[in-house]
């Protein structure tokens, strides 16, 4: 079977961040409310991406990996991308919420031109976090989870 859902959700929260990233900076370039208010997201998008793309994709990675019987990434990365994941989650989580509240000031932010697109992209935005929330993070948290059942089962061994 070709087909592997973990290289479709890993390529995805990929190419999915570089949308949102590009889209959210067009409007924020622009002027007047709607602009400023893709401003302050983008403002906790940019790191907050950065957070997931070191601990949610390798995480995904190691998943995938573990499914094809090729390892990819390496341990002792896994394990900072664990920890980290562990540590940043909450904080992530409430990352999105404060998103979320600015795109309902969007929504009630009526201004000509911009707002239509504004509007959608806020959709994508907040269907992009749902999504992360419904299945990327427990999936990264289940990675966590056999990550450290793995390290327990090898710890009387000498492991590379
Ligand atoms: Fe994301
Ligand atoms: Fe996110």
Do not use: W
């Amino acid at each position: 079977m070709d087909y592997n859902f973990m290289t479709e959700m890993e390529g995805f929260l990929d190419r999915e961040h570089s949308e949102l990233l590009e889209q959210m900076s067009e409007i924020a370039a622009g002027k007047g409310k709607v602009a400023e208010l893709y401003g302050e997201i983008l403002s906790i998008f940019s790191y907050h991406l950065d957070k997931e793309e070191e601990t949610v994709i390798p995480l995904l990675a190691y998943l995938k990996s573990r499914s094809t019987a090729r390892s990819e990434v390496g341990f002792h990365d896994l394990e900072s991308a664990s920890r980290k994941f562990i540590g940043d989650a909450e904080e992530m989580i409430s990352e999105h919420r404060e998103m979320a509240q600015i795109i309902e000031k969007v929504a009630s932010a009526k201004e000509s031109g911009s707002s239509q697109k504004a509007a959608e992209i806020g959709r994508s935005l907040l269907h992009h976090v749902e999504l992360e929330e419904e299945i990327l993070y427990p999936a990264a948290e289940a990675a966590c989870e056999l990550l450290a059942l793995e390290k327990n089962s090898t710890a009387g061994r000498q492991v590379r």
